[in-house]
């Protein structure tokens, strides 16, 4: 009897002392995985840093579509403008890019009805200012939050939310925003439907052509 409560109580202390394994932050993995990469290839300087969520993850071939141009593309899928924020150390900081080029944001507001335009302006401004705080000198370009079919509910609230980042970046130097939003719409106004693939929310070597023509005048 006594044994087996020695064996209780041997048990509760080794539990109690043994620390718990801390959840991993979300896209912890992603981050993981660039530093990997970094590891193996050290990243080139003065390049066009792509940050963002999955429209930059599944463009794959970017360096095809800007051969005028070393790029480095940082973007994760599913990420929103705070989890850029989160892991501005990793993704900008890391590197000594001659300009930035941010897609994100229509995953802040798919993530809940409560998050609004307003909120997605404000979370990009503190973006740009955590980036201009440290690279005050080179060209920030935020491309649009694009309309798809399979967020067609959200349109509204890209809309405004694009025209709010627009105004702020018109008062702010070395800073463009690229409209991709008007040049995905039908005669109708709807999402092109062309332009994706099957899922209706990612794009096509279609969708990526028209982002190629928009943003290319402005790479540095």
């Not at 064996?7 to 912890?28: G, N, R």
């Not at 130097?173 to 106004?189: I, P, T």
Request: with cysteine.
């Amino acid at each position: 009897m006594k044994s087996i409560a020695g064996t209780i109580i041997v048990f509760f202390l080794v539990l109690a002392f043994t620390p718990v394994q801390a959840q991993q932050p979300a896209f912890y993995n992603d981050i993981q995985q660039f530093r990997k990469l970094d590891r193996v290839r050290v990243p080139p300087e003065r390049a066009v840093l792509f940050i963002g969520s999955s429209s930059f993850t599944m463009w794959k071939d970017v360096q095809e579509y800007f051969p005028a141009h070393t790029i480095i593309n940082r973007g994760f899928g599913g990420s929103t403008l705070p989890d850029l924020i989160r892991y501005a150390d990793d993704i900008v900081f890391a590197y000594d890019p001659k300009q930035v080029v941010i897609y994100c944001g229509e995953n802040d507001l798919a993530a809940s009805d409560t998050v609004s335009a307003v909120t997605v302006t404000r979370r990009f401004i503190t973006l740009f200012t955590l980036i201009r705080q440290r690279y005050p000198k080179i060209p920030v370009l935020y491309i649009s939050m694009k309309p798809s079919p399979s967020r067609e509910h959200l349109m509204h609230k890209m809309d405004a939310g694009n025209r709010a980042i627009a105004e702020f970046l018109r008062k702010q130097k070395k800073a463009v925003f690229v409209d991709v939003y008007h040049l995905m719409l039908d005669e109708k106004g709807k999402p092109e439907k062309e332009l994706f693939i099957k899922d209706m929310l990612h794009m096509n070597s279609n969708g990526y052509a028209i982002w190629q023509k928009a943003i290319a005048p402005y790479l540095k």
